[in-house]
């Protein structure tokens, strides 16, 4: 495994040499030790969007007819599928897009990584994280043991927003339902979030990344362990950043062992 597992660092940008305990940011500098657990109440949303929010932020009133006030959503990834290729809850959205972006990997897995909305070549192959910053998440995944077909990859939005602008809260607000509802059908052991958007989503905040990473989240009813780390397209246009990259995905590796310990039940986590 250290061999593959370098050979990934390599494609990194980690210089392997380099101490790992160098002080870039100590705040949040994460390490094998037991997980730093954000403060619960802050940050945590309903997960399934028939189930009334029990605590934490709200979800922003959705500005137009949202997916969910559509009808109940498909209790199976087939017709969750169809529904989302079928949505229209997003006026420019859907007639904009080339195709929806339901996400893709297996429906077992234990790791659910969820991104910011499709880009163009992902609305042209109707697959989430292809491209530059899909062959780097790739590396940072097996950097830690996982292949990409041993996760589930999702974003936020399944829908391109035009020229690559950020998501809208209306158009987050119609569209999270489906990512809750893919949450509630695989149960996912961890949530990994990539890049400010999709954390800043999830846990309803505007706080800068670099003080969501570091900590151990916890997202929807199901209080499902969630830990944020920098989009891999960030990481292209920043290599600098790469080792907190690293120290990010070193802490998702060591929550999730506990997490299959039973060291952190979920919900309890
Ligand atoms: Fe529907 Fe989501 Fe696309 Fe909006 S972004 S049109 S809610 S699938």
Redesign the pocket.
């Known amino acids: 495994m250290n061999a593959s597992r370098n050979a990934y660092l390599d494609v990194l940008g980690i210089d392997r040499w380099v101490p790992r305990n160098a002080p870039e940011e100590p705040a949040t500098s994460m390490r094998d030790a037991a997980p730093v657990v954000a403060p619960r109440g802050e940050g945590v949303m309903a997960s399934i969007a028939a189930v009334p929010a029990s605590r934490g932020a709200p979800v922003p009133a959705p500005a137009s007819v949202s997916?969910y006030q559509r009808g109940p959503l498909a209790a199976d990834w087939s017709g969750l599928r169809e529904q989302?290729s079928a949505?229209?809850?997003?006026d420019q959205?859907?007639r904009t897009r080339t195709q929806?972006v339901f996400g893709v990997g297996n429906p077992k897995a234990e790791w659910l990584i969820i991104g910011e909305a499709p880009g163009a070549e992902e609305d042209r192959q109707g697959e989430p994280f292809v491209g530059r910053a899909g062959q780097l998440l790739n590396a940072m995944l097996l950097a830690i043991g996982l292949p990409r077909e041993s996760v589930f990859i999702a974003n936020i939005?399944?829908?391109r927003p035009p020229g690559n602008r950020d998501p809208r809260p209306e158009?987050v607000s119609?569209?999270l339902p489906?990512l809750r509802q893919q949450i509630a059908l695989l149960q996912p052991k961890l949530l990994l979030a990539v890049g400010r958007i999709a954390a800043q989503n999830l846990l309803a905040t505007d706080a800068p990344l670099a003080r969501l990473r570091g900590k151990l989240h916890h997202f929807g009813d199901a209080e499902t362990p969630l830990v944020i780390t920098y989009h891999p397209a960030y990481l292209l246009r920043t290599p600098a950043d790469k080792r907190k990259a690293w120290d990010d995905l070193k802490f998702a590796r060591a929550t999730y062992g506990r997490l299959a310990a039973g060291a952190l039940a979920p919900g309890n986590a």
Do not use: S
């Not at 949505?87 to 997003?90: S, Y």
């Open positions: 997916a989302v949505c229209t809850a997003c959205l859907c929806t939005l399944k829908c158009e119609n569209c489906f």
